[in-house]
């Protein structure tokens, strides 16, 4: 795609063809009007001169011409002229430039003869004349026209660089003018302001729901913990408190992420985070899931992979895609692949029907076509937002053998 001028140059572009269109038409009027003025001219004096001469002629005489004309009658007019019928020319005579007249009268053949070799030059003049004038008229064009586009973007490039920078609704400049930069500044602010207030209800109801499920959370973690301990004797009972144990801890883990997706990325620390642990861990929660079904799920490794991320949320994006696949595939494999850098995880599922891949990360989109749905249609826009929130990338690959390939990529963290 041919990028596009910026406004200053267009701006300036505008001025220099206007100027290009005027200028030119000037000129061409001009021109024009010099050659008609000039025919005009030259052919009246050549009509008088012709009924002058004739009329002396008659009388047996013959009168005096200007230094630049010449009276011709018949056996003196010269043959490229004689073989012409009645009428005005503009020729070449010799090596000169002329206009001629010729005229029949009774038996005779009259011609008047003027060199324009003065006037060629008087035009030619005129025409250089009309170009410096031009050439004048599109360079001041072009000056005036950047002077202008600097006038007329700089409050532009004002609220631009305002706007760029995050500044307040109240720091915008041009808030008070009157002009359209103002209604586009004022416009700007009142948009500002409302993203601003509804991010920080958005952020101040995450916080808040997360710092209230927490104390119930603790109080149920700690009452499994003391039936776990309870039920040592009764394997059966043990094996359900530990599941109730383990969601209640899995579940403290998502609010605390939750906390953390609250806060804006730049204010978040991000330790060294060995990810081979994580996908171990969340491939073991995910393992109930498959319960039934005749599904091998392998991760595949050859060394030891970190990254700059908080835990929580590193599990909740790794998680949520091993969640995906466990649960769209009945046979077959899931293949989980951890290299510096990447991170993915294919399975051999009933894949993503082609209407909704271009919309997989939105909320509330499903990746498949059962008339009954399992889950809310959130896993994967959760997905995408806590990857974009941590500065990873996410993307889904269709692979030839059906099927679905998330890819998952991280900044790479050298070995220690």
Request: proline letters at 5%; a negative charge.
């Amino acid at each position: 795609m041919k990028p596009r001028l910026s406004l200053k140059k267009r701006l300036a572009l505008t001025y220099i063809l206007l100027a290009v269109a005027v200028a030119g038409a000037f000129s061409l009027v001009s021109y024009v009007s010099v050659e008609i003025i000039e025919e005009q001219v030259i052919d009246a004096r050549l009509a008088k001169m012709a009924d002058r001469l004739i009329e002396f002629h008659r009388n047996g005489q013959m009168p005096d011409a200007p230094p630049e004309v010449r009276y011709l009658i018949d056996a003196s007019i010269p043959v490229e002229l004689r073989q012409l019928p009645a009428g005005f020319y503009e020729l070449t005579l010799g090596n000169r430039q002329v206009h001629a007249l010729l005229r029949d009268h009774g038996t005779s053949r009259y011609a008047v003869v003027q060199e324009v070799d003065e006037l060629e030059h008087t035009e030619l003049v005129i025409l250089l004349s009309l170009a410096m004038g031009f050439a004048v008229s599109v360079l001041l064009a072009a000056v005036l026209g950047v002077l202008s586009a600097r006038r007329v973007i700089a409050p532009v490039a004002a609220l631009a660089n305002a706007v760029s920078r995050n500044a307040g609704p109240t720091e915008l400049p041009s808030l008070s003018a009157q002009d359209e930069i103002g209604v586009l500044s004022r416009a700007f602010a009142k948009r500002t302001d409302e993203l601003q207030q509804f991010l920080q209800r958005e952020q101040l109801f995450t916080g808040d729901v997360s710092h209230e499920l927490r104390t119930p959370l603790t109080v149920m973690l700690g009452a499994a913990e003391v039936l776990a301990a309870q039920l040592s004797d009764h394997p059966a009972q043990l094996a359900t408190a530990e599941r109730i144990r383990r969601v209640a801890d899995e579940t403290a883990q998502r609010v605390s992420a939750l906390l953390l997706l609250s806060r804006v990325p730049e204010s978040l620390d991000a330790p060294r985070t060995v990810l081979n642990t994580i996908v171990e861990s969340e491939m073991e929660r995910c393992r109930p899931l498959l319960d039934g079904k005749t599904v091998q799920c392998r991760l595949d490794w050859t060394e030891r992979v970190s990254a700059h991320v908080r835990p929580e949320l590193a599990g909740i994006v790794i998680g949520n895609l091993l969640r995906n696949a466990c649960r769209h595939t009945d046979q077959g494999m899931i293949l989980v692949q951890l290299a510096a850098g990447q991170l993915v995880i294919e399975d051999s599922g009933t894949g993503i029907p082609q209407r909704v891949r271009e919309r997989l990360f939105e909320r509330f989109v499903h990746g498949d076509d059962r008339p009954a749905h399992e889950g809310t249609g959130l896993g994967l826009s959760i997905v995408k937002r806590v990857a974009d929130h941590i500065g990873w990338d996410v993307r889904l690959e269709i692979p030839e053998a059906g099927g679905t390939r998330f890819v998952l990529s991280f900044p790479a963290v050298p070995p220690p």
